[in-house]
């Protein structure tokens, strides 16, 4: 029971990423819902809008998300590094345990399907940096759709579990999870991600399975971490080792990156950047309107079903808002029996006739348990990195 200690609920992950390097930068930025569906062909995935194809920066198209499930063909992709290694031999995968430990580990991908409890959770995965594009003024970094987040039903093992296994010594307190990929010039660092124990519950997971199949090899096969209602900036893929340290280390991914300032909203001003600054770890109340689209086709009196996703950090989602006029009238969403877990998406549909021609704009609004909405886009606070974007969600279609 000490260690139950360890592994309070509060999560509190770092984010990541984007605020700088080498990819993000010279990015343009283009209308939501405008992006381009590369023809490059990455392994296991279907066509997905490319930010980049070195490293694969992949988005996913606003229509997957009707469904609660996202598929791991079009599940979105996102890498720091140009160079992921690609020779994985499954039969000779280990990642190691070391550091403030008591036994040091190194265990193969078979121990830990058959050597630990194996546990599923569903959940959603999404970079602190989705949605970024609706910024105004313009956010640094890869200018995301809304499409940088997905949901599967993730299985591995317990964090906690393989901790336990080797044993934490007294005076450990952070977890720093390295990927297999390095850097592809000296001066670029790892992409290394440390926890404070504190933040780690029984949730976290070393996950080897996504809705069923091996993880695809861009989404970390064969092993990464999940970390349920925290953005996904430290679910770190393919993973390589789990070092266990007393102090925290300065690293360029949790000093730099993901971060957001450290005031009661979270905001700054494009003229200057807010001091100090906190990283950024439990996702805020979202949800995104899978259908209609603004290309969608549709008619004066048939019957459109709005079709979305909506999530929170695990508080649960109690409510979605739907309305058909700007944002004037609002009216509930019909939601799914809320079965896949507080960490997944809860699917949403709502009918309705449009009974004259011309443009109308839809909006949904995710309301949690315990109350937080989102706001509308007007009233977003700003932040240099560009992060935790959840206005209220907004597709203009045009009925013929
Ligand atoms: N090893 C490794 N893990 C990583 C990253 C990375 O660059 N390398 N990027 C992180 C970021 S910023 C995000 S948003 C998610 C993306 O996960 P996905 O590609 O499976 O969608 O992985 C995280 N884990
Ligand atoms: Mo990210």
Redesign the pocket.
């Known amino acids: 029971m000490e260690r139950r200690k360890f592994f309070k609920k509060a999560l509190v992950v770092g984010?990541?990423?984007?605020g700088s390097t080498l990819l993000e930068a010279g990015t343009t930025r283009q209308p939501i819902d405008n992006r381009k569906i590369a023809n490059v062909a990455f392994p296991q995935k279907r066509p997905l809008i490319t930010y980049s194809d070195r490293?694969?920066l992949?988005e996913t198209p606003r229509e997957v998300f009707t469904n609660a499930l996202t598929p791991n063909d079009q599940?979105?992709?996102?890498?720091?590094?140009p160079d992921i290694p690609t020779k994985l031999d499954p039969d000779n995968y280990t990642i190691s345990v070391n550091g403030l430990v008591k036994k040091e580990l190194k265990i193969s991908l078979g121990d830990l399907k058959t050597k630990f409890e194996q546990v599923e959770v569903t959940a959603v995965?999404?970079?602190?940096?989705n949605s970024r594009s609706a910024f105004q003024p313009i956010a640094g970094g890869i200018q995301w759709g809304s499409g940088?987040m997905?949901c599967a039903k993730w299985k591995g093992v317990r964090l906690r579990d393989v901790l336990d296994e080797a044993g934490l010594k007294k005076d450990a307190a952070w977890i720093g999870f390295?990927?297999?990929?390095t850097a592809a010039y000296y001066e670029t660092p790892n992409?290394i991600?440390e926890l404070h124990l504190e933040e780690l519950d029984d949730h976290v997971i070393l996950a080897y399975e996504m809705n069923g199949e091996d993880l695809?090899y861009?989404?970390?096969y064969p092993l990464?971490?999940v970390i349920p209602g925290t953005?996904?900036?430290?679910?770190?893929?393919?993973?390589s080792n789990i070092t266990v340290t007393d102090k925290y280390k300065h690293l360029f991914f949790m000093d730099v990156a993901?971060r957001v300032p450290d005031n009661e909203c979270e905001c700054e001003t494009p003229q200057k950047h807010f001091q100090p600054t906190k990283p950024i770890t439990k996702m805020n109340v979202k949800s995104v309107i899978g259908y209609p689209t603004p290309h969608s086709v549709i008619n004066k009196n048939s019957e459109v079903v709005i079709r979305g996703v909506a999530f929170d950090d695990g508080h649960g989602i109690k409510k979605v808002m739907i309305s058909i006029d700007g944002g004037q009238t609002w009216d509930s969403a019909l939601l799914d029996d809320g079965s896949a877990g507080r960490y997944a998406y809860r699917a949403f549909r709502y009918g309705f006739k449009p009974a004259k021609s011309g443009k109308i704009t839809i909006m949904a609004k995710a309301i949690n348990r315990i109350n937080e909405e989102q706001p509308f886009a007007k009233d977003i606070k700003w932040n240099h990195g560009g992060y935790k974007y959840n206005g209220i969600d907004t597709v203009t279609v045009e009925v013929l």
Request: aromatic share 16%; net charge positive; with cysteine.
């Open positions: 984010a990541a990423a984007a490293p694969p992949l599940f979105f992709v996102r890498w720091h590094m995965l999404q970079c602190g940096g940088a997905g390295n990927g297999k990929e992409f991600r695809p861009l989404n970390g990464r971490l953005y996904s900036d430290s679910w770190v893929k393919m993973l993901y």
